[in-house]
């Protein structure tokens, strides 16, 4: 009896922290402050609970998916992802959802934050031009998804309908120098990667789960150039990571960086010193990290084709002084030659071709092209238009061989136009000795109708490395 009794006070104690939350007293009324992605609102530093309204309107409409290709996005807020809510658990949330007059479809929204029947999808469905209000209780803390919940929903979640809310616990979450918004989505189109022009969402390869683009935050490499996420040496920052698929789960990773927290799948359990985390379709994760040295940090989804021929591949540009003993830069490139026969004679002839004619030179650089630079660029030079510019025939490639030398040794971000083609993208420095640069970009400059220049070792010496790689891993 005596256990029993004993049982029953520890559940008791156990449901009475939620139980708070649905009791907790709602002082007054406040407007909510969304933002668009990647920003977040500020850290909420009210003590007490509120009736706190949020507005979110549904706006359908055209916008670049990629460089030159434009698709029809639905969304909360104007934007993929969505606006980013903040809430402080135990709030009360008066919403009002609209869909502008101009839409074509009913749309609603369920927030996984939601405790009640379909997180506020019935409650929610809404007609263009219409308006619907309904509330709810913020009863458990932590990162949540909401997205669209109409019929089809597979089709109106492909469309970029989804974005986060943030739960705030009680107590806050600890203070950190920056706070970002980033979320994965997958899209289905009728035109493969990069095909230029409008292109419409695909029923077929979507139920087949074969996306043509994996983005974060609405465009392939959007978080890049100047919309790449800026911050400091020795600060601390904060993503809140969200997956909207409709398909995919993501593994998240940023390149040069471990996360030293992650609150898994946007709950409360913090994991330390973690690599890449998974974060599921309709799921979400915290990760924090301090930043110790400067140069550009690479987000992607370490399913790695999704980041180098689907478009999942953000930066994070870190400015500050370099620390040395944290990581050095390349130190040294020496021959290596180990002993024994077979092994030996292939090195001797490759030093052999080091020092060689002009053709060796165009021979290893063809070998050194199609292991390095044809995944993107294309085995025939051509390029992928929007996506990948072309080196054959290229005006960009021709006009200047220092700025050419400089790309391929230390990477390029940011708009260029070659052969008038724009492109907005990154190309990562791959990390090649300078005998190799020399080699591949000798063999670029003579093939496919360009300029015929020669490059040497030495003109690659001559070029700074900055460092600033973007790539690794
Ligand atoms: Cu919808």
Redesign the pocket.
Known sequence: MKRTILFLCLCLLLISCKKDNITSSIEGEELAVLTSPPNVPPPITRKTNTKLVVHLE?VEKKMPIAEGVDYTF?TFGGTVPGSFIRVKEGDLIEFHLKNHPDSK????IDLHAVTGPGGGAASSFTLPGHESVFSFKALNPGLYVYH???APVGM?IA?G?YGLILVEPKEGLPKVDKEFYVMQGDFYTKGKYGKQGYQPFDMESAIDEKPTYVVFNGAANKLTGDNALKAKVGEIIRLYVGNGGPNLVSSFHVIGEIFDKVYIEGGKLVNENVQTTLVPAGGSAIVEFKLEVPGNLVIVDHSIFRTFNKGALGLIAVDGPEAKVVYSGKQADNVYLPEGGAIQKVNEKQIVDVAGSVEDRIKMGSNIYSQNCAACHQPDGKGIDGAFPPLAASDWLNKDKERTINVVKNGLTGPIVVNGGNYNSVMPALGLSDEDIANVLTFVYNSWGNSKKIVTPSDVAKVKHTGAEVGGH
């Open positions: 549904v639905w479809m009913p749309h609603n669209c919940a109409t109106h469309n309908m």
